[in-house]
């Protein structure tokens, strides 16, 4: 017997004529959809006709749902998996089936459409071209600021998730990793309060002491300029002499050649001036 096919059926994230046809078709003629909540999933059904057994798969049910939807799919059923709003998969636990499904065998077949990510940085202002999703940052606070420190540095968009009680700390916390950097706070997408904003940390921390934050955010940060890069990189040795960086290198167990070019690289330099400059002390 073949087995079924798992869609991954991306739905509204607000405004219900976001739904594709394809969507649509797809939940008309499924045998069975997975949804985070079978009670939110019902309401969209409803809206649209659309009458299916529904089965809950959320994160803490993820292992034996999983099994269960894995075992219809291979009896040869089709499932349509959605969650809340958006995509299934991203920041979901939708990703842990596909990996059970994609183990199995069982085909796996997206249906796109609303996601917030997206939608989020296209309104922006933010550059584009070069963009990190970072999903929602831990709850613990030690995970938290390694997650911040490991993506300091970052030159790319970085984009992330928040919930509005949390928005606030989340804002400080990334004001002390990021410094004063812009951010494009972006909320309600596709919803009658729909609103993005572009401001630096500081005066968004000052923006929420008196507005309460409301709604899902999607959080859309600049990164890391990389002049400044260079010249915090420069700072950290502005106390040596090219020459005097070299030779610790060198003394570090780093041969020549690899010590001026990570030099160069911790100077912001070029190899060439580090090797010239090198020389030229040396020879004195």
């Known amino acids: 017997m073949d087995t ?3 869609y991954l059926c991306a739905t509204p994230i607000g405004n219900l004529d976001d739904i594709t046809v394809r969507c649509l078709n797809t939940l008309k003629e499924c045998d ?27 994160e803490h049910n993820k292992k034996e749902k999983g099994e269960y939807i894995v075992s219809e799919l291979k009896s040869g059923k089709s499932v ?11 920041s979901d636990p939708g990703e842990d089936l596909v ?10 077949v997206p249906v796109p459409g609303a996601v917030a990510l997206i939608n989020g940085l296209i309104i922006s202002g933010q550059n584009t071209s070069r963009f990190a999703f970072e999903g929602f940052l831990s709850v613990n606070k030690k995970s938290r600021f390694e997650h911040l420190e490991s993506v300091a540095d970052d030159e790319r968009t970085l984009i992330f998730y928040e919930a509005p009680h949390k928005l606030v700390r989340t804002l400080a916390d990334m004001r002390k990793y990021f410094g004063n950097r812009r951010v494009s706070i972006v909320r309600e997408l ?25 709604g899902e955010y999607v959080l859309i940060i600049e990164g890391k300029d990389c002049n ?3 010249k915090e990189a420069a700072s950290e040795f502005e106390n040596l002499s090219v020459t005097e960086h070299v030779n610790m290198l060198i003394a570090e167990g780093i041969d020549k050649k690899e010590a001026i070019k990570k030099a160069a690289a911790d100077r912001g330099m070029s190899k060439r001036d580090v090797y010239n400059q090198f020389v030229k002390e040396e020879s004195k």
């Not at 349509?80 to 991203?90: E, K, M």
């Open 228 to 230: 400044e890069k260079k």
């Open 32 to 58: 069975m959809v997975a949804c985070e909540d079978t009670r939110h999933s019902l309401k969209l059904l409803n809206h649209f006709g659309i009458s299916k057994p529904l089965t809950s798969y959320y």
């Open 190 to 214: 596709t919803k009658i309060h729909e609103q993005a904003m572009i401001m630096t940390f500081d005066e968004a921390l000052e923006y929420y002491e008196v507005n309460s934050p409301k």
């Open 80 to 90: 349509a998996l959605v969650t809340d709003a958006g995509t299934p998969a991203i």
């Open 99 to 108: 990996r059970m499904c994609i183990e199995e065998g069982i085909r796996v």
């Open 4 to 6: 079924g096919i798992l």
